[in-house]
């Protein structure tokens, strides 16, 4: 599922997940446990943040991080998890990257209802790990602390106390108990639902996730540079210069959305194109009339948007159980393996690139034969740089058949 780009929304929570390597577990002792929650505690305080609910669990993590300032959850999580490896791998004498990809962020609406809706989300993980046998009881997820009514003793380290939660979040706690909440949220329809926010990487009320979608088309529009007025202009053109860089503006808007959109206006072309494979004669495909059933022997060419707004073409290839993007090709970056996950009409799909200096994540989703989603570049000693992208074509590269056409 494709995820936002990092953006400071003020009125929210951050709900992040973290998984390993395929293999890899991140905890393996006791003494891995307490490192982490360790270097939260500590980056927490560093960060003015406050966690209102986590699990730890030996693949992956849950945390509901609140932010009090811009100071960026990108940031803290990247301190927090490179700190965290740089232990793990000096304890087991080991090299390299130890989590899957950059974390993932959904963006939840700090209201009572969704706050809750996702501490029962995390806590069910907990609980799924535990019966498994994988996870440590109790211990290293914040279910304790709600089934206590907030008892400061089980607070998680930099949690917000219960008594300085708003009204509507201690009257919910307080209705019944938390294990008689979770068991008929579970039996709900609500879980649902959330499920459908989570894929969007949004959860709240229509107004608020309104919001945050102009906040994030607000963040990738550049900034305009200011201009002094000239005294001596007469004020009629003045006012026309005023209003041609409202029309301006108001059309680099149009622009950025549809370029976010992945369709700039492009209207779909009923045209051949001549697929050729090594070893096989070029089989014709008609663009227009391919149907993706899944994602293997199809090029996609899409168009990547910078943060800055910027935008680059670039064909992504599925072939032969290996993926490639000519961008990053160009760029050092090799083909990697892939993963695809199905849900009806909704096929997600995932896949880390890597090359001598950085690590490249995706992620996109496929429907009705039009795929969006967002790549994360990171090299070595830099930030990431995370981009959006979406198609404009497909083209489905088939194998010639004997007798086929013929």
């Not at 966690?51 to 849950?62: D, K, N, V």
């Not at 029309?247 to 779909?268: D, K, S």
Request: with cysteine; glycine share 6%; hydrophobic share 40%.
């Amino acid at each position: 599922m494709p995820r936002l780009p990092r953006v400071y929304i003020q009125g929210c929570v951050y709900y992040i997940t973290c998984r390993s390597l395929p293999g890899v577990q991140i905890f393996t002792q006791e003494c891995d446990y307490e490192m982490y929650m360790s270097l939260l505690a500590k980056y927490i305080k560093e960060y003015g943040a406050g966690i209102r609910a986590y699990a730890l669990l030996p693949e992956q993590m849950h945390l509901l991080l609140a932010m009090d300032n811009k100071a960026g959850v990108s940031q803290f999580m990247h301190n927090l998890n490179s700190a965290y490896t740089k232990y793990y791998n000096g304890q087991y004498q080991r090299k390299g990257h130890l989590f899957r990809e950059r974390f993932r962020a959904v963006v939840v609406e700090d209201s009572p209802v969704y706050v809750v809706a996702m501490c029962h989300i995390i806590h069910l993980a907990a609980k799924k790990s535990e019966s498994s046998g994988q996870a440590k009881p109790v211990a290293y997820n914040s279910s304790a602390w709600y089934r206590s009514a907030g008892n400061s003793a089980l607070c998680p380290p930099g949690s917000v106390p219960l008594e300085s939660f708003s009204e509507g979040l201690k009257v919910i706690l307080s209705e019944r108990s938390y294990d008689e909440r979770l068991a008929a949220w579970v039996e709900s329809e609500e879980p649902a639902e959330l499920e459908k926010g989570l894929r969007k990487g949004i959860i709240g009320s229509p107004e608020f996730m309104q919001r945050v979608q102009e906040e994030i088309y607000a963040m990738r529009q550049p900034a305009p540079a200011p201009t002094a007025p000239d005294a001596d202009q007469p004020r009629n053109s003045n006012s026309r210069s005023k209003f041609s860089s409202v029309r301006q503006f108001v059309l680099m808007v149009i622009l950025l959305a549809a370029a976010f959109a992945g369709v700039l206006f492009v209207r779909p072309e009923k045209r051949q194109v001549r697929v050729e494979e090594r070893g096989a004669p070029a089989v014709v495909v008609e663009t227009a009339s391919v149907t993706v059933r899944d994602l293997e022997n199809t090029e996609w060419r899409i168009r990547l948007v910078a943060p800055d707004g910027a935008v680059k073409n670039d064909a992504l290839t599925f072939f032969q159980g290996k993926f490639s993007s000519a961008f990053l090709t160009e760029q050092g970056f090799g083909p990697s393996n892939f993963s695809v996950t199905r849900e009806e009409a909704l096929l997600s799909w995932e896949t880390m690139q890597s090359s001598g200096n950085g690590t490249a994540s995706w992620r996109g989703e496929v429907e009705n034969s039009q795929m969006r989603g967002v790549l994360s570049v990171r090299r070595d000693g830099n930030s990431a740089q995370d981009f959006t992208f979406a198609s404009i074509r497909v083209v489905r590269k088939e194998q010639h058949r004997p007798g086929r056409d013929e």
